[in-house]
């Protein structure tokens, strides 16, 4: 399969089943705005849920939280948002296309796609201009006084400035962490690569906070936590691997960090970002707000600073990963099969039912099934079609398991389980079918 077919293939595929659309598409579409469709929902909710139970249900030391997408103006200058949160653009008077300035070298030139940006000879760059990356919008009823909100463009701040509010109310003691979910926005330069790097997305961010001098113990515990999470949902391992930034590459707020890279048709490009903060942004807040956000170490009776490790994954980002890990295409009596082999967990569909003719008592047997599966697992029935072509549908949108009502359930009270995988078929007696998928879609 050439590699960039395969982003081609999911792109429709994703469409055409209801993953991903557009967003606006009757007007166009907004550039690099996607909308989740009725499978899409499903698969994205499902990899939040891991996370969520992974990083907050699952430990004794990590609060969740759901803070504001709109918050006071001074956190954004508090952060180093308004003077840091940057990228230099360049444009072509030319071809009116953006570049980022230091991307050009990968870029390719709209005119002459062999070229990069500046080396044709039409092409007429302006020099770089630093580009702060918030989208800006206004707070109150009248555009001229009212006072300038930003979109959140990462839900870390949100964290932060709640730290003590939690830490109190959870009475949690350091070394603990507060994670959330949410949505945050970033008017970049050059998004793409379908939904790896959108306007608007979704992050799932820890904030770890832990006693100074412990930071670097703790960084290396959360990298190994969260490359574990990502094998655990079913990515092959080799298509893993770590990337270690550069002192040129840090975020003005990052010690040190890392990021996990996946290897996408498109080439190896972070999907997580582990970063240790040290106290760059209690330190910042603390002093821009006047409050004091110290610890009070009741055992050692000493007060500091917590010092922050962050473990930071796009919710998009990882169901791009996701398909494109599942994607494939296999050649089954001279017809191709198309699959998303998902880990059952994260599949949009867990069960399929689907009558075999639509007579015989086989729609209400199989109707009553569904009814009573739909109670435990998000279930699909299909009556349409042959038998052959329905499985096909269902192999499309990674559904794992597909049950068969047919000639001899009347006979004998059993149903057929068709695998997604290998396609190998059991009979299971209709009353042990629940307990029979309940085992194997954990
Ligand atoms: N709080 C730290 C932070 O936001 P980041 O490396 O800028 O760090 C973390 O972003 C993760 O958020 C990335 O690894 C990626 O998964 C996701 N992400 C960032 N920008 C994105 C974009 N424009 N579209 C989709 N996901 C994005």
Same mark, same amino acid.
């Given at each position: ?6 982003? &081609? #293939?999911?792109?429709?595929l994703?469409?055409?089943?209801g ?16 909308d ?7 698969? #994205?909710r ?8 992974a990083?907050?249900?699952?430990? &004794? ?11 006071h ?15 230099p ?6 071809? %009116?296309a ?13 005119? #002459? ?5 500046? @080396? ?15 989208? =800006?919008?206004? !707070? ?32 949690? =003691? ?8 949410g ?17 608007e997305?979704?992050?799932?961010? !820890? ?7 412990? &930071?670097? +113990? ?17 990515? =092959?391992p ?7 930034h ?22 190896w490009?972070?999907i997580?970002g582990?970063?240790?903060?040290g106290?760059?942004d209690?330190t910042?807040?603390? #002093? ?6 110290e ?7 000493t007060?500091y600073l917590?010092?922050?490790? +962050? ?12 398909l ?10 001279? @017809? ?9 967990s994260?599949?949009p569909? %867990? ?7 639509? %007579?015989?008592? !086989? ?30 549908r269902? &192999? @499309? ?16 009270q ?9 396609m ?19």
């Amino acid at each position: 399969m050439a590699q960039t077919s395969v982003m &081609d #293939k999911l792109v429709s595929l994703c469409k055409r089943r209801g993953f991903v659309f557009q967003s606006s598409e009757i007007y166009g579409g907004l550039g690099s705005v996607w909308d989740y469709g009725p499978l899409g929902v499903e698969l #994205k909710r499902n990899i939040k849920d891991r996370w969520w139970h992974a990083m907050v249900r699952a430990r &004794d030391d990590i609060e969740g939280l759901d803070a504001a997408i709109l918050m006071h103006p001074k956190v954004w200058e508090a952060s180093g948002h308004v003077a840091g949160f940057t990228d230099p653009l360049v444009d072509c008077k030319t071809c %009116k296309a953006r570049f980022r300035a230091d991307q050009i070298a990968e870029a390719a030139c709209p005119q #002459k796609p062999s070229k990069h940006p500046g @080396e044709h000879t039409t092409c007429a760059l302006t020099e770089p201009r630093m580009f702060n990356l918030m989208f =800006k919008t206004v !707070m109150g009823p009248v555009e001229e006084s009212g006072s300038v909100v930003y979109l959140r463009p990462e839900t870390a701040q949100g964290i932060y400035v709640n730290y003590l509010n939690v830490l109190q109310s959870s009475r949690q =003691k350091i070394p603990f962490g507060i994670a959330q979910i949410g949505k945050a926005f970033r008017n970049e330069i050059t998004p793409g690569n379908f939904i790896f790097r959108t306007r608007e997305f979704e992050q799932m961010e !820890m904030q770890f906070f832990v006693k100074p001098g412990e &930071d670097a +113990e703790w960084f290396e515990r959360w990298r190994a936590i969260r490359m574990a999470w990502h094998q655990e949902l079913g990515l =092959k391992p080799e298509k893993l691997r770590w990337h270690q930034h550069a002192e040129s590459e840090l975020a003005h707020y990052a010690r040190a960090a890392y990021d996990i890279e996946y290897e996408f048709p498109f080439g190896w490009s972070e999907i997580e970002g582990v970063h240790n903060r040290g106290d760059f942004d209690l330190t910042n807040h603390q #002093k821009a707000s006047g409050k004091k956000l110290e610890y009070f170490d009741q055992a050692a009776n000493t007060r500091y600073l917590p010092n922050i490790v +962050e473990t930071s994954a796009g919710a998009d980002r990882i169901a791009l990963t996701v398909l494109v890990d599942a994607f494939r295409e296999e050649q089954v009596e001279g @017809e191709t099969r198309t699959v998303l082999g998902f880990l059952p967990s994260v599949a949009p569909i %867990k069960v399929a039912v689907l009558p075999l003719v639509n %007579k015989d008592a !086989m729609p209400e047997t199989a109707t009553a099934l569904f009814n009573d599966l739909r109670k435990s697992f998000a279930c699909f029935y299909d009556d349409g079609g042959a038998i052959g072509r329905r499985y096909r549908r269902q &192999d @499309e949108v990674g559904t794992p398991f597909c049950i068969t009502v047919d000639g001899q359930t009347a006979e004998d009270q059993s149903v057929t389980v068709r695998h997604r995988d290998s396609m190998a078929q059991d009979r299971v007696g209709v009353a042990n079918v629940a307990a029979y998928l309940a085992e194997r879609l954990q």
